[in-house]
């Protein structure tokens, strides 16, 4: 529809993903969930656009002018810390004595670990495939932003699991869709897209701030998390002593990796029970909503110069707009970290999409 005969609409969208399901535990893996879990039809059609809401449909008079997509990176590999901690507690079960009492700890000792100090937060080869699905239904869902002579514009942060997130997504797009042959350059970005990294503020009050964190430490020592530990050391037959809430979290996640990564239950799944996932999962939430959300107010002043970008880009397209100028395509910053719950609140758009990785 031409643009003269169609109310322009800008289209901010926020993916947010959340929940998995394993052995029972699914909702409560938080971040490290797979992407599928909050779309269930994405598990037998990669591509299918699903039920789409009323409320998200376009009004017949609405005629897309750009697509602004902030996206988290694919299904990525554990980080280096989280391996070293993972095979300190895998190396204690090797090291002891088989006994029948502890068929857990038996079989955990006897599997394979295969995670490795270099895959340290890499993209695994699902994350190419989680974003170059992603990249085909945006372009099946929005077809006049992906025709010829539109422009893709891509930024990311130099995380080496967020620009190859940004490349598996140009690669999803593919030369079917029109986009000419040059193949797109992605900016690096941190300023914008670890905004965090460069608020001095935030850097001062939070993420060097040894007390900043003392909500979430003193969670770890207390009644709830004491209990799980308790229950894992019987479980392994392993001193209470010999473990801590960074190594009972580790195994936690690990049950959510194997999931997202290989598409199977871990038996590191074994150890927890519902009532355990809803205490680590509370940890979790404890430590995104000091470091990353409600917690300080810079947590989310920190976010202002991304979000103004948002909101200057869209601006630009209205007028751009006016003026006839309909080259300008969709513009997708890739892989920006963790944003808050507030921002998040603010960037939701239209879209049946989810996304948090």
Same mark, same amino acid.
């Given at each position: 529809?031409? !643009? &003269?005969?169609?109310?322009?609409? /800008?289209? +901010?969208?926020? %993916?947010?993903?959340?929940?998995?399901?394993?052995?029972? %535990?699914?909702?409560?893996?938080?971040?490290?969930?797979?992407?599928?879990?909050?779309? +269930?039809?994405?598990?037998?059609?990669?591509?299918?656009?699903?039920?789409?809401?009323?409320?998200?449909?376009?009004?017949?008079?609405?005629? +897309?002018?750009?697509? &602004?997509?902030?996206?988290?990176?694919?299904?990525?590999?554990?980080?280096?810390?989280?391996?070293?901690?993972?095979?300190?507690?895998?190396?204690?079960? &090797?090291? &002891?004595?088989? $006994?029948?009492?502890? !068929? @857990?700890?038996?079989?955990?000792?006897?599997?394979?670990? =295969?995670?490795?100090?270099?895959?340290?937060?890499?993209?695994?080869?699902?994350?190419?495939?989680?974003?170059?699905?992603?990249?085909?239904?945006?372009?099946?869902?929005?077809?006049? %932003?992906?025709? $010829?002579?539109?422009?893709?514009?891509?930024?990311?942060?130099?995380?080496?699991?967020?620009?190859?997130?940004?490349?598996?997504?140009?690669?999803?797009?593919?030369?079917?869709?029109?986009?000419?042959?040059?193949?797109?350059?992605?900016?690096?970005?941190?300023?914008?897209? *670890?905004?965090?990294?460069?608020?001095?503020?935030?850097?001062?009050?939070?993420?060097?701030?040894?007390?900043?964190?003392?909500?979430?430490?003193?969670?770890?020592?207390? !009644?709830?998390?004491?209990?799980?530990?308790?229950?894992?050391?019987?479980?392994?037959?392993?001193?209470?002593?010999?473990?801590?809430?960074?190594?009972?979290?580790?195994?936690?996640?690990?049950?959510?990796?194997? /999931? @997202?990564?290989?598409?199977?239950?871990?038996? =590191?799944?074994?150890?927890?029970?519902?009532?355990?996932?809803?205490?680590?999962?509370?940890?979790?939430? /404890?430590?995104?909503? =000091?470091?990353?959300?409600?917690?300080?107010?810079?947590?989310?002043?920190?976010?202002?110069?991304?979000?103004?970008?948002?909101?200057?880009? %869209?601006?630009?397209?209205?007028?751009?707009?006016?003026?006839?100028?309909? *080259?300008?395509?969709?513009?997708?910053?890739?892989?920006?970290?963790?944003?808050?719950?507030?921002? @998040?609140? =603010?960037?939701?758009? +239209?879209?049946?999409?989810?996304?948090?990785?």
């Amino acid at each position: 529809m031409a !643009p &003269r005969r169609a109310a322009a609409c /800008l289209l +901010p969208l926020l %993916l947010l993903v959340a929940a998995a399901a394993s052995a029972g %535990l699914g909702g409560y893996f938080g971040t490290k969930s797979r992407y599928e879990e909050v779309n +269930p039809h994405l598990a037998e059609d990669p591509l299918s656009l699903g039920p789409v809401a009323a409320g998200a449909r376009l009004p017949a008079a609405c005629a +897309p002018l750009q697509l &602004r997509a902030l996206l988290r990176h694919g299904t990525r590999y554990p980080t280096a810390g989280q391996i070293r901690r993972l095979a300190e507690l895998h190396g204690r079960l &090797r090291r &002891r004595p088989a $006994a029948a009492a502890c !068929p @857990a700890a038996a079989a955990l000792a006897a599997w394979q670990m =295969w995670y490795e100090e270099s895959l340290d937060g890499r993209l695994a080869p699902q994350g190419r495939r989680d974003m170059e699905h992603l990249a085909r239904r945006l372009a099946a869902r929005f077809p006049a %932003l992906f025709a $010829a002579r539109r422009r893709l514009a891509m930024a990311s942060s130099s995380k080496h699991r967020c620009l190859q997130s940004g490349a598996a997504f140009r690669r999803g797009l593919g030369p079917s869709l029109s986009l000419g042959g040059e193949e797109p350059e992605i900016e690096v970005n941190d300023a914008l897209m *670890r905004f965090f990294d460069h608020c001095d503020k935030f850097i001062a009050l939070v993420e060097e701030n040894d007390t900043a964190m003392h909500q979430v430490n003193a969670f770890k020592e207390g !009644p709830e998390m004491r209990k799980v530990l308790e229950k894992v050391a019987s479980a392994l037959c392993l001193p209470v002593e010999e473990l801590n809430a960074d190594l009972v979290q580790v195994a936690f996640l690990t049950c959510s990796y194997e /999931l @997202a990564i290989k598409n199977v239950t871990s038996p =590191w799944c074994s150890l927890f029970s519902e009532e355990d996932a809803k205490v680590l999962e509370y940890l979790n939430d /404890l430590k995104q909503y =000091w470091k990353r959300g409600y917690g300080y107010d810079i947590n989310s002043r920190s976010s202002c110069i991304l979000f103004q970008d948002i909101f200057q880009q %869209l601006d630009k397209a209205v007028e751009e707009s006016k003026r006839g100028d309909v *080259r300008r395509g969709p513009f997708c910053p890739d892989c920006a970290s963790v944003t808050s719950q507030r921002e @998040a609140r =603010w960037y939701a758009g +239209p879209s049946s999409e989810g996304r948090t990785g």
